[in-house]
């Protein structure tokens, strides 16, 4: 399994920007497709955004297209995830996760971080 973690997120306003990072401690990393999922409380996990190994993006959640971009650098083994023009419907746990598999579904990800808190304010 490969071991996630993430950093950056925390407090900011509506229309702020954040970037959350994840660390891999593998080099099976560059391998695998990394999503990014966010649950927030008394909700369903949700689906962020997803790149494949290659760094060609795999999809985004509709509530975040044209808002955030994913990205990754296989030789530092991290994910990044560069949210812009935040609102306060975004503000929930995010996770980082990974799989071998082509997927936008979290039953697909083998491999989760520990999340990192985003809160946005109104």
């Known amino acids: 399994q490969v071991q996630l973690v993430e950093s950056g997120g925390g407090l900011v306003q509506t229309g702020g920007s954040l970037r959350l990072s994840c660390a891999a401690s593998?080099?099976?990393?560059?391998?695998?497709?990394m999503g990014w999922f966010r649950q927030a409380p008394g909700k369903e996990r949700q689906f962020v955004a997803a790149?494949?190994?290659?760094?060609?993006?795999?999809g985004y959640g509709d509530s975040v297209k044209g808002r955030f971009t994913i990205s990754r650098d296989n030789a530092k083994n991290t994910v990044t995830l560069q949210m812009n023009s935040l609102k306060p419907d975004d503000t929930a746990v995010y996770y980082c996760?990974?799989?071998?598999?082509?997927?936008?579904?979290?039953?697909?990800?083998?491999?989760w971080g520990q999340g990192t808190q985003v809160t946005v304010s109104s």
């Open positions: 593998e080099r099976a990393f560059s391998n695998q497709v």
């Open positions: 790149i494949s190994w290659s760094g060609g993006v795999i």
């Open positions: 996760a990974a799989t071998f598999s082509r997927s936008i579904r979290g039953s697909d990800y083998g491999s």
